[in-house]
Antibody, heavy 122, light 109 residues
């Protein structure tokens, strides 16, 4: 059974960089040919897609965050990562990683990691 | 950007009754629509994809319908565990710009 687990600092200072890693178990990022994504949810609010990455390293980002986002993949560790620069309090959210579909197929998200709350505060 | 609008924001229904949740897309997304359920403190869980296909392990009381810009999630006979938040998501755009609705809270009447 495929499982995803987010990890990284829970507290980040304003203007600094948020870094999270998603570790995948029960399946291989490199051989599964799926996209892998990050989605966030501010406390008490809705869901926002941040970006998606393919095992080759090809990335797509939400245009509203594109100037501050970078995603990477490490197939040897079966992990993919998120970096969000110049964070503000508005970036405080639960950050989820999730798998979506193969290229040219349906891009719904399933499964999801349990999520990790990242707070931006000095 | 395709805007997804869900209605109502809150729906109060009694256990055993039917619940109907709506999702409207600002542009034609054909059948590229998913529904998710989220319970407090949990990650969203996929219920429906392709507008009407149930995900693995999802009970038959959950059904999705619609195409284009109007979609519906129906829960035929509400169980206590169904009271939760529900989100729709479109995934037609390429390159990707996936968007979610703002959610409908299904509460016990």
């Amino acid at each position: 059974q495929l499982q995803l687990q987010e990890s990284g600092p829970r507290l980040v200072k304003p203007s600094e960089t948020l870094s999270l890693t998603c570790t995948v178990s029960g399946g291989s990022i490199g051989s599964s040919r799926y996209y892998w994504g990050w989605i966030r949810q501010p406390p008490g609010k809705g869901l926002e897609w941040i970006g998606s990455i393919y095992y080759t390293g090809s990335t797509y980002y939400n245009p509203s965050l594109k100037s501050r986002v970078a995603m990477s993949v490490d197939t040897s560790k079966n992990q993919f990562s998120l970096r969000l620069t110049s964070v503000t309090a508005a970036d405080t959210a639960i950050y989820y990683c999730a798998r979506s579909g193969p290229p040219m197929e349906e891009q719904y998200f399933d499964p999801w990691g349990q999520g990790t709350l990242v707070t931006v505060s000095s | 950007e395709i805007v997804m609008t869900q209605s109502p924001a809150t729906l109060s229904v009694s256990p055993g009754e039917r619940a109907t949740l709506s999702c409207r897309a600002s542009q034609n997304v054909r059948n590229n629509l998913a529904w998710y359920q989220q319970k407090p403190g949990q990650a969203p869980r996929l219920l429906i994809y392709g507008a009407s296909a149930r995900a693995t392990g999802i009970p038959a009381r959950f059904s999705g319908s619609g195409s284009g810009t109007e979609f519906t999630l129906t829960i035929s006979s509400l169980q206590s565990e169904d009271f939760a938040l529900y989100y729709c998501q479109q995934y037609i755009t390429w390159p990707p710009m996936y968007t979610f609705g703002q959610g409908t809270k299904l509460e016990i009447k």
